[in-house]
């Protein structure tokens, strides 16, 4: 009989995280350049090299006192299967202010369901089980020890 195949889901990489706040952030405030701002979360070492389980994170986006650019931030909690990193990150974009303060939370959700609401590629890791070939479990042969009484 056939094992079925089992999918692995893959944990998010760092890359997909910030695409994924960026893009979220755009869906709310559609004038924002989403590159600007995944470029600026990439200066966070927390995103690089890095996979991790669940993201959750608060952010907002206002316009500063003479409405000639953005401000944003973004809080964010990483969670590695259990170890949590958290930390912020903002910046500016110099741009004209189309909008007044704008806010969102990004809550935690398993890896492919945060892929597909963010539009990026979900990874297809499915390991296929081993065959059964009948022989059962495999037995080491003892090896002949000449003792003393040999």
């Not at 927390?46 to 316009?63: G, H, I, L």
């Not at 903002?90 to 398993?110: A, K, S, T, W, Y």
């Amino acid at each position: 009989m056939a094992a079925a195949p089992i999918k692995i889901v893959a944990p998010l990489e760092g890359d997909e995280i910030r695409k994924g706040i960026a893009a979220m952030i755009h869906a709310k405030v559609p004038g924002l350049p989403v590159d600007s701002i995944e470029s600026s979360l990439s200066r966070s070492c927390s995103f690089n090299a890095q996979s991790f389980s669940r993201v959750r994170a608060t952010w907002w986006v206002d316009c500063d006192d003479d409405n000639v650019a953005y401000q944003w931030w973004v809080d964010y909690e990483l969670d590695d299967f259990g170890r949590i990193d958290r930390g912020g990150i903002g910046g500016m974009l110099g741009m004209p202010c189309q909008v007044e303060r704008v806010e969102g939370v990004i809550e935690p959700m398993p890896p492919d369901r945060f892929r597909r609401e963010t539009a990026q590629p979900i990874p297809s890791n499915v390991v296929i089980p081993k065959q059964d070939d009948g022989l059962g479990l495999s037995r080491t042969p003892k090896s002949r020890v000449k003792g003393k009484d040999a």
